[in-house]
């Protein structure tokens, strides 16, 4: 069956994988053509640039013209481009143009992800609409162990010789094992199918099915593997599809903004907590206000402490008591965000609020990031800050030296407008001031720092 796509040091974008290149596994993965269940093969669409032959993504039709699939499917595609596709008699068959694209919190899936990775395509006329659409289900609590079905069109194996080797209906076998809903990674499923099965590149956006009772309900939609929530998964990259491990959105939890889109209401808003008054890590920790810039500053400096050597990167975004040992470790030595390893982040940096939790940091390094209207708690202490290979605005600078306790500041190789430099004359480091390739508006006012503190040019 299908799979998605793989970003090794981020994320990887797996489908559904029912390897026919795997031919003594197929008995044991029961992997069968999606027109053996007529139910789900009615509701299963393949996506497809309009020019092309095979699709890249996978959908569930959810009534006539909605069809729900994942986000980064469609991130910064032209809807005008796609269609989606009908499965039936084992081929591809009718198409049906898309008119538009939802998006679900559309200002923060491109920087959050795996959160928020669903999108709903409003599409045109698509002959064969079933009778009765699928439900989709409520939000229980899964069994551990609880049968699934996954569906997709995605790549049958993770190296494919050819074409051939992707874009048919099919359907595998799958097992629920665990659920992420915490305050950094949320709405999300663990599942495992049986060896040498699961989601594969192409099978992104595809459904995860229940058989509830009787009647076949929606559960889930492929986002694929995520290297933080499976850091085990890191040295099977030659063979993700055929090692069954998968990550489904979890659809049930967003059923109240589907329901609302599809019936053309106001935009879904969930309702979220106030931002901690307190100092304890565990607070901000804990704090689940994603879309408060505080909370992204934590889930961006956990991203850059997850690549490192020995970190349990799972533990740090799921357990707050491991999050905070492996933090204050580096407050001794340095907090820092985007490292040129980590290359450059898609969010802008807009506030340092968490880090006064951690108490005096030894050095924050700022490496290519966006830095917008940063908002600097009063009282912070790093004893250097270095801002490296960024972009900043004059109020930026002047909430962070105003703010914080600084020794020592380095500002290389930035992209402003021409800085004003009156903030670091009115609040200057406690000792030096080193600064290359940064754009000043008055030459002079970094004569005047001289006479007050150490300038390295």
Not at 103 to 111: A, D, I, N, S, V
Not at 113 to 142: K, Q, T, V, Y
Not at 162 to 184: I, W
Not at 198 to 226: I, M, N, Y
Request: with cysteine; proline share 6%; aromatic share 8%.
């Amino acid at each position: 069956m299908p799979q998605l796509l793989l970003l090794l040091s981020v994320v990887l974008a797996l489908g559904a994988c029912a390897s026919v290149s795997h031919p003594s596994l197929e008995k044991i993965v029961q992997g069968k053509a999606l027109g053996t269940e007529p139910v789900l093969e009615a509701v299963t669409l393949a996506i497809r640039e309009k020019s092309a032959k095979l699709p890249f993504c996978t959908g569930t039709w959810l009534s006539p013209n909605w069809v729900l699939t994942a986000a980064h499917c469609v991130w910064e595609r032209d809807a005008s481009s796609l269609e989606v596709v009908r499965w039936q008699k084992g081929a591809l068959q009718e198409a049906a143009p898309i008119a538009r694209i939802v998006f679900y919190e559309p200002e923060l899936k491109g920087r959050e992800f795996p959160n928020f990775d669903l999108a709903l395509l409003n599409i045109g006329d698509l002959a064969g609409a079933p009778s009765e659409f699928l439900d989709i289900g409520d939000p229980d609590a899964l069994a551990q162990g609880e049968a699934l079905v996954l569906a997709g069109f995605g790549a049958e194996a993770t190296t494919c010789a050819s074409d051939e080797c992707h874009g048919h209906g099919l359907l595998v076998s799958s097992r629920y094992v665990e659920a992420y809903q915490g305050p950094r990674y949320f709405s999300l499923l663990r599942l495992q199918s049986p060896a040498g099965s699961g989601a594969c590149f192409g099978d992104s956006g595809g459904p995860a099915f229940r058989l509830k009772g009787s009647h076949w309900e929606l559960v889930g939609a492929t986002v694929g593997v995520w290297i933080d929530l499976m850091p085990e998964l890191r040295e099977k990259a030659q063979d993700l599809c055929e090692g069954g491990t998968s990550l489904y959105t979890d659809v049930r939890q967003a059923k109240a903004w589907i329901r609302s889109v599809q019936k053309g209401g106001p935009p879904f808003e969930k309702a979220l907590p106030k931002r901690p008054q307190s100092l304890a890590f565990g607070d901000w920790c804990r704090y689940s206000n994603y879309r408060d810039p505080a909370w992204a500053t934590l889930q961006q400096f956990f991203a850059g402490v997850a690549k490192e050597d020995g970190v349990d990167s799972k533990a740090l975004f799921t357990d707050c008591a491991y999050a905070e040992r492996m933090v204050r470790e580096r407050v001794r030595t340095e907090i820092s965000f985007g490292r040129p390893s980590q290359g450059p982040e898609r969010a802008p940096l807009q506030s340092l609020f968490p880090l006064q939790t951690l108490g005096p940091i030894e050095k924050l390094s700022l490496y290519f990031q966006r830095i917008d209207r940063l908002e600097v708690p009063e009282g912070l202490v790093a004893r250097e800050v270095e801002w490296v290979s960024s972009s900043i605005d004059q109020e930026s600078l002047c909430a962070l030296v105003k703010n914080t306790q600084i020794e020592r500041l380095s500002l290389a190789s930035l992209r402003s407008e021409p800085l004003d430099l009156s903030c670091l004359l009115a609040h200057p480091p406690k000792k030096s001031l080193e600064i290359s390739a940064v754009s000043l508006k008055d030459a002079g006012q970094l004569q005047e720092l001289k006479a007050k503190i150490e300038v390295i040019e």
